[in-house]
């Protein structure tokens, strides 16, 4: 295990991921709560439950103590920084429209660095591969899924066709894969964050998608 995981590489690797994830994931939330016309405390109680949800499920479930945005306060420092200009700064607001259009961008980079992260402290606890992998995939879509609950939408992990979950789970398994090919662990990391967010802008983009379900075939086209 510590020829495969270095200790200080990997750990380095994993904050700077994490910290990442956080930011992307808390400017997506923001976005979805400006569509929805949110004032500053909606903006920021968005952000943190789509950059901490999925984080927290894998901690619980990994009985990973204190939970990492407790030992990271400044999380939500940097988060209400980022939220107090996107909601009142003019500046801001007159590039609502440009970020509007990138908040898909940045809700796959946010899915891929939450769920390479996620796979990687998943490993660091010597949990089984698989268990690693799904502890990756629900790190990155967690967090997404509780958002829009939230602001009452359908989830796009329970949407049909698209690759959400998909793509999360090829990302962590390419991660996984890098690492037992001695790729090295910031190469590795960097392949399954590539993964994922190629998979899922091929999804919005050209509409690459999984096969439908067969009672939405069923149903035609017309149903």
Not at 59 to 69: I, M, S
Not at 98 to 118: E, P
Not at 162 to 184: E, H, I, K, R
Not at 188 to 217: D, N
Request: proline residues 4%; hydrophobic residues 55%.
């Amino acid at each position: 295990m510590d020829t495969v995981f270095p200790a200080i590489s990997s750990q380095l690797v994993l904050q700077v991921l994490e910290a990442a994830a956080v930011v992307a994931s808390a400017i997506a939330g923001m976005i979805v709560a400006s569509n929805k016309g949110m004032d500053l405390v909606g903006a920021f109680a968005l952000a943190c439950v789509n950059a901490f949800g999925g984080g927290t499920l894998r901690d619980l479930l990994l009985d990973n103590r204190p939970f990492y945005w407790m030992s990271n306060w400044w999380f939500f420092v940097a988060i209400l920084a980022l939220a107090v200009p996107f909601v009142y700064s003019r500046q801001v607001f007159a590039l609502t429209n440009v970020v509007h259009r990138r908040s898909l961008k940045m809700d796959a980079v946010g899915l891929a660095l939450f769920t390479i992260a996620g796979t990687g402290i998943a490993l660091a606890h010597e949990t089984p591969l698989v268990i690693a992998i799904l502890m990756g995939v629900l790190t990155g879509t967690t967090g997404g899924v509780l958002r829009d609950i939230v602001v009452s939408e359908l989830p796009d992990l329970f949407r049909p066709g698209g690759l959400y979950a998909t793509a999360s789970f090829a990302g962590a398994l390419a991660f996984v894969l890098g690492l037992a090919s001695a790729l090295g662990y910031t190469n590795a990391a960097l392949v399954g964050v590539a993964v994922i967010v190629t998979l899922r802008l091929l999804s919005v983009r050209l509409g690459v998608a999984m096969p439908p379900p067969q009672w939405l075939i069923d149903k035609g086209p017309d149903a």
